[in-house]
């Protein structure tokens, strides 16, 4: 099969697959393309409540195929980024399910979903010292607030890896679980996430991102959703909340 990107929805999580087993899923510059176009269909579907990004096997991703670098790093790193900046847009919770190298490229992508749940022997690394290219600003910025200044500038000042109990005292993942339980508990807390409100995931992950200028739109926004009256009903009715405020599809207000 050739190296690409699969992907499906079942139980209203969109799964996103890096497939290129032959070089430990490694992101070649057709990979990279196709990212920005394939969340924007599933960004548009209703039917999609989170998203969960993964790699095949047993490695999330070895980082950019080096080969497609070769003819011009300057456009694999606008491609990278693109694809990067269009995974840190997505307005639905992402969660990055990492199992072996997260390294480079992986890295970046994982760092640009909202969450990152690691199985015990991960491995990660912020490369780009390693080959001479500068770190993209965003990507950087993104980095710094993940895991602080320090622990970036060790990432990217030496390139060297670091396994999964640095990696979560640093803030870089929120969960690690033993081999063989990450994607039961990846499933489980997936489950969590499209059961709770969409309004106040949205208004939650443009805040926490550092959009400052939208408090009036999510105050009227929830005022017309009736998910607040409908989460305090069922708390006191004690059942399930059956919210219905969902993200508006592209070209809405």
Known sequence: ?????????????????????????AMTAGMWRALPPLLDGLAADPGVRALMLTGEGGTFCAGADISSLQGSPDEAQRLAQRAEEALAAFPKPTLAAIRGHCVGGGAQLAAACDLRFAEEGALFGVTPAKLGLVYPAAATRRLVTLVGPATAKYLLFSGELIDTPRALRTGLVD???????????????????????????????????????????????????????????????????????????????
Do not use: Y
Request: aromatic letters at 6%; charged letters at 25%.
């Open 1 to 25: 099969m050739e190296p690409q990107l699969l992907h499906g929805v079942t139980d209203s999580v969109a799964t996103v697959v890096i497939h290129h087993p032959a070089k430990r899923n």
């Open 175 to 253: 969960e690690v679980l033993p081999e063989g339980e990450l994607g039961k508990r990846v499933a489980e807390f997936t489950r969590v996430l499209v059961s709770r409100s969409q309004l106040t995931q949205a208004a939650a992950k443009e805040f926490a991102d550092g959009r400052t200028d939208r408090d009036a739109h999510w105050a009227d926004q929830a005022r017309g959703s009736g998910d607040p009256a409908e989460g305090v009903t069922a708390f006191l009715q004690r059942r399930g909340p059956r919210f219905t405020w969902t993200v508006p599809g592209p070209g809405s207000a």
